[in-house]
């Protein structure tokens, strides 16, 4: 079992920066694929950014080269570092994790945090 706990989001202008922390319990988080996921009003919820346990990285079109995704895992903590935000990025943020392996699928992540709200104003 893994719990998850989001952190770091709030009201920034566009163009600004925000970064976002996801805690994770647990003494196996080096096992696991971590995601990000976000979903705006009215919208599905869709994938932003992963990183598998080795560490590779991988992004949505929509935030490649403005959001980096990292992890520590020596702290159980999965970061998201976004610039350059746009309003239409405004939305909740949804960390995830699954065991071994995981792409860009909701279905692939077991565990998620509560999500935290991110808002850009133009």
């Known amino acids: 079992q893994v719990q998850l706990v989001e952190s770091g989001g709030g009201l920034v202008q566009a163009g600004g920066s925000l970064r976002l922390s996801c805690a994770a319990s647990?003494?196996?988080?080096?096992?696991?694929?971590m995601g990000w996921f976000r979903q705006a009003p009215g919208k599905e919820r869709e994938f932003v950014a992963g990183i598998s346990w080795s560490g590779n990285t991988y992004y949505a079109d929509s935030v490649k080269g403005r959001f980096t995704i990292s992890r520590d895992n020596a702290k159980n903590t999965v970061y998201l570092q976004m610039n350059s935000l746009k309003p239409e990025d405004s939305a909740v943020y949804y960390c995830?994790?699954?065991?071994?392996?995981?792409?860009?699928?909701?279905?692939?992540?077991?565990?998620w945090g509560q999500g935290t709200q991110v808002t850009v104003s133009s």
């Open positions: 647990g003494r196996t988080f080096g096992h696991y694929a």
């Open positions: 995830a994790a699954a065991f071994g392996v995981a792409g860009i699928h909701q279905h692939e992540y077991k565990y």
